[in-house]
């Protein structure tokens, strides 16, 4: 497992980590396109405040929050206005790469998929995990 890869709980064969930022990252990178529903998972985990649900796992798709998932305008929301990114093509795929200072070095992440804003939330929620204390 490369040290950018989610963190896996449990057993070797569990398919799904249960942090909920881990799970919104492996579901992201297993989307074939985005979605108001996936877009509520990054909504609950970035802490997103226009969401009424109790904890990160609810259901998507009851209230109104930014289409991260589909909208690259709606997935810069995501990042630090100190936060440097870009978005590439590589083999057909779309590419983000994310760079930031957090307490006394720089971390940068990567993401990739199907569209730009798919690829950019990946990246981001990388960045944030690697962020928290």
């Known amino acids: ?7 896996w709980y449990g057993a070797q064969e569990a398919d799904e980590p ?9 579901e992201l990178e297993r989307a074939e396109a985005g979605g108001i529903d996936l877009s509520g998972r990054v ?8 969401i009424a649900p109790a904890e990160p796992d ?7 929050w930014p289409d991260y998932t589909t909208s690259l305008d709606a997935a810069l929301e995501l990042l630090d206005p100190e936060w440097t990114w870009m978005v590439g093509t590589r ?9 930031a200072y957090i307490g006394n070095g720089a971390e940068r992440t990567a993401g990739e998929a199907n569209s730009p804003a798919l690829a950019l939330c990946i990246a981001a929620l990388k960045l ?6």
């Not at 944030?128 to 204390?133: D, K, T, V």
């Open 58 to 64: 609810a259901v998507a798709g009851m209230l109104d």
């Open 91 to 99: 083999g057909g795929r779309f590419v983000a790469a994310v760079a």
């Open 128 to 133: 944030r995990r690697r962020a928290r204390p």
């Open 1 to 7: 497992m490369a040290p950018s890869d989610p963190v």
């Open 18 to 26: 249960l942090d909920p930022l881990d799970r919104a990252i492996a």
């Open 43 to 50: 909504a609950a985990v970035a802490g997103e405040t226009r």
